[in-house]
């Protein structure tokens, strides 16, 4: 089984300030890792995703995510944070197979102060 | 990226009806769409896995009297909810994966909020 670990229910930051995101994941089989950005009763926009190849993964908004197979995390950062980089983000895991659902953990709400 | 078009975007319905929900796999052939729940200020919660001609697998703690699902083509499914009830208020979001390139990740849907009064 899969699972999805995201440590801080809630993260804030200043604008400007580093953004960082923890998500560590379980899985018994090559991963493929994502993260998702969700704003108020909105669907999901991909940031970005790791299938295999490259381990740092670059994706959209700045943001880019580093795949460590060691440590089994895959951690979302991004240099300065916008105000409009609040919202809630999701890292998500899946199996390789197509056919398999996204695993999601239970989220990080960033806040942005001016 | 592909798109999945979900519909409605939001819905109210009385106690005791029952709510369609559409998902469509625009510009791709969705082999597999799943369904998820999710309440608010929390994570999205797997409903089920439907592939295309098949039944769909519920997870554990789904009713699947209760929430019917069909993937009758390669581009809709649809989660129909029965005998709605106020605890079925939810936020539902569907999404779909594909063959091949369209396999490496699943597309979502732009989800329905349903409020059952």
């Known amino acids: 089984a899969q699972s999805v670990t995201q440590l801080g229910s809630h993260v804030s930051v200043s604008e400007g300030a580093l953004v960082l995101l923890r998500c560590n994941y379980s899985s018994s089989v090559p991963p493929y890792l994502f993260w998702y950005v969700q704003y108020p009763n909105q669907g999901l926009q991909l940031l970005l995703k790791?299938?295999?190849?490259?381990?740092l993964v670059k994706g959209i908004n700045g943001f880019e995510a580093e795949f460590k197979k060691s440590e089994t995390s895959f951690h979302l950062t991004k240099p300065s944070a916008h105000m409009s980089d609040a919202a809630e983000y999701f890292c998500?895991?899946?199996?390789?197979?197509?056919?398999?659902?996204?695993?999601f953990g239970k989220g990080t709400t960033l806040s942005v102060s001016s | 990226g592909a798109v999945v078009s979900q519909h409605p975007s939001w819905v109210i319905c009385k106690s005791g009806t029952s709510v369609k929900i559409e998902c469509r796999s625009l510009d791709f052939q969705a082999t597999t769409m799943f369904w998820y729940r999710q309440f608010p200020k929390q994570s999205l919660m797997l409903m089920a896995t439907s592939n295309e001609g098949s039944k769909a697998t519920y997870e554990q703690g789904v009713e699947k009297d209760k929430f019917l699902i069909n993937h009758a083509s390669l581009t809709l499914s649809t989660l129909t909810v029965t005998s709605a009830h106020p605890e079925d208020s939810s936020f539902y979001i569907c999404?779909?994966?594909?063959?091949?390139?369209?396999?490496?990740?699943?597309?979502f849907g732009q989800g329905t909020r349903l409020t059952v009064v």
């Open positions: 790791y299938t295999t190849g490259a381990t």
């Open positions: 999404s779909a994966r594909g063959l091949g390139g369209r396999g490496t990740e699943a597309f």
């Open positions: 998500a895991v899946s199996e390789a197979q197509a056919g398999t659902a996204l695993i």
